[in-house]
């Protein structure tokens, strides 16, 4: 699901890109914020962040003793994308395995597919393995597969998400 935040965080403008003008300083405040915004990726209650949308508010910025660096806090809005449990998305087949697959929705990768949670259909071994059904349906790699999302975790470490889903229900499976 994609998600429109509201986040205030402090930007932290070198004593060397300070200029007199202010323009420079608007221009530095926001290539600061965004080279942030792509180095944090993801939070837990947020999601991935995708893109800045506005810049609301730039404050007052705070000299630092010790550096002369200058701490700007900055409010503004943004797009973020997270997996929610119970919805119903859309994912790319990138890995098959004997016990399942894995897709990727988005900036998520690590979509878990179990063959529990794909009952009809069967494993079939071979140089390109795939999962088919009785009806020649088939789950291989580049297969765009529409599943029900069971959970989610965030992972705090590698600031990125994993999911487990499932194929139970109406409507769900390859899509051709």
Known sequence: MYLKSQLSWNVVIPAENL???GLMLKKAIIIH??????AKKAMKDLGYFLAVTTVERIGEGKVRQHTGDVLFPVDFSCITFKILPGEILEG?????????????????EK????HQKMSDYQYVPGENPFFRNDKSSKI???VVVRFVVIGEKYVEAEKDFQAVVSLEGDYLGPIS
């Open 19 to 21: 200029d007199a003008k």
């Open 33 to 38: 914020l965004m080279d942030d915004f792509a």
């Open 92 to 108: 790319v087949v990138h890995k098959i395995l004997k016990h399942g697959v894995f897709l990727r929705c988005g900036p998520t």
């Open 111 to 114: 979509i878990y597919l179990s």
């Open 140 to 142: 291989e790699k580049g």
